[in-house]
Nanobody, 130 residues
Framework: QLQLVESGGGLVQPGGSLRLSCAAF????????IGWFRQAPGKEREGVSC????????NYVDSVKGRFTISRDIAKNTVYLQMNSLKPEDTAVYYC???????????????????????WGQGTQVTVSS
């Protein structure tokens, strides 16, 4: 059974850090891009970061560049999102999602469109507040 399980969310003060984890079960990261998305109350779900199936390509939304870092551990079949210098506007439910990534002309990480991601985790809440 294909499954993604997020963990690591919580309450943090502005300027603090959190590391989110996304563990994949039932499939390998070797053929799948993994994206991190977030959804704040009353807002659309947006792509935050993505790592390609090879691990050699990453992408970030402008608002998190320089603060967030995506990485993966193939042995653990897990993708991480290190979030530093957190701001109140980063508050949202964070989801990880998987998309087949077999070298197409428009890889899923290039645009981070949620419609291109097939499998989703249950989400983890991140709250940035003093």
């Amino acid at each position: 059974q294909l499954q993604l399980v997020e963990s690591g969310g919580g309450l943090v003060q502005p300027g603090g850090s959190l590391r989110l984890s996304c563990a994949a079960f039932g499939f390998t990261l070797d053929y799948n891009a993994i994206g991190w998305f977030r959804q704040a109350p009353g807002k659309e779900r947006e792509g935050v970061s993505c790592i390609s199936s090879s691990g050699g390509s990453t992408n970030y939304v402008d608002s998190v560049k320089g603060r967030f870092t995506i990485s993966r551990d193939i042995a653990k079949n897990t993708v991480y999102l290190q979030m530093n210098s957190l701001k109140p506007e980063d508050t949202a439910v964070y989801y990880c999602a998987a998309a087949m990534d077999l070298g197409s002309v428009q890889p899923p990480c290039a645009r981070m469109w949620k419609s291109e991601f097939d499998y989703w985790g249950q989400g983890t809440q991140v709250t940035v507040s003093s």
